[in-house]
């Protein structure tokens, strides 16, 4: 069951390096500060911790915009989904 809920950034962990583009970065901050966003990123929520494995984009734009929320589309998962995320 997905649902869509305002996160603090904080709390979403991100257990894989990504490479992200500044030219991308720059111009979603641009859109988010002007529209919003529109688009969540997705998340998994594992035993009560947020874990985001896509979206990474998105997630510098705010954090950059200094931003204290992201809206997540939430999934909750057990323990094993996450480890073969991260594997």
């Known amino acids: 069951m997905l649902r869509i809920e305002n996160i603090p950034l904080a709390k979403i962990r991100r257990p894989l390096p ?8 720059s111009s979603l901050m641009k859109s ?7 688009e ?4 998994l929520e594992v035993e009560g911790e947020y874990y985001g494995f896509s979206g990474c984009h998105r997630f510098e734009a705010h954090q ?4 204290e ?3 997540c589309r939430v ?3 057990p323990r094993s989904v996450l480890q073969k995320h991260i594997a």
């Open 18 to 25: 990504r490479q992200t583009d500044p030219l991308k970065v």
């Open 32 to 38: 988010i500060a002007e529209e919003g966003l529109r």
């Open 40 to 43: 969540p990123i997705e998340v």
């Open 64 to 67: 950059r915009l200094g931003k």
């Open 69 to 71: 929320t992201i809206k």
């Open 75 to 77: 999934r909750r998962a």
